[in-house]
């Protein structure tokens, strides 16, 4: 039951959190922070940015420092604020690390801006799929930058942005 009409709901069967957007039964994981697994300072730091009138909010170096745990409370932060309007986090190993980014960007009401380029990044057919599922629902995203990501997409043909 979602009693704050955020757009969550809890499938027990899949024990985890969703979001569905536009009601038409598609489901994308939710990155929800919980406080009780996730002990960082970045947590308390994020939690209070999702109610702050910050608009723009930019990493260096953010794999040297933030842990899985602390890019799912981030990707909460983003879904949950209603100012942040620019993010920029550079330089992430993986698409799994970015994954609670894009998957919070498509129920984020203030994202205008993302940049998350990466020399290192490489997309694969699922990870797409869920990243522009997610992106397709999002209305307030203007400008969007993936510089230097791979995408392998079909087998034997790779392309780069």
Not at 41 to 59: E, G, W, Y
Not at 116 to 141: G, M, Y
Request: charged share 15%; with cysteine; proline share 5%.
């Amino acid at each position: 039951m979602d009693h704050l009409n955020t757009g969550t709901k809890l499938l027990p069967v899949s024990r985890g959190y969703y979001f569905i957007p536009g009601g038409k039964g598609q489901r994308l994981p939710l990155p929800l922070c919980i406080s009780g697994q996730h002990k960082s300072v970045f947590h308390d730091l994020f939690c209070s940015i999702a109610n702050s009138p910050l608009q723009s909010l930019t990493f260096l170096y953010p794999s040297l420092y933030l842990s899985v745990g602390d890019l799912v409370c981030l990707g909460d932060c983003v879904r949950r604020s209603k100012h942040l309007t620019r993010l920029k986090l550079p330089n992430l190993k993986s698409i799994e690390s970015y994954m609670p980014i894009l998957l919070a960007v498509g129920g984020s009401n203030a994202i205008q801006t993302l940049r998350i380029d990466s020399n290192t990044v490489s997309v694969w057919d699922k990870a797409f799929q869920l990243a522009v599922t997610s992106l397709r629902h999002n209305s307030t995203l203007r400008t969007l930058s993936l510089a230097h990501w791979t995408f392998d997409l079909q087998v034997g043909v790779r392309n780069s942005v």
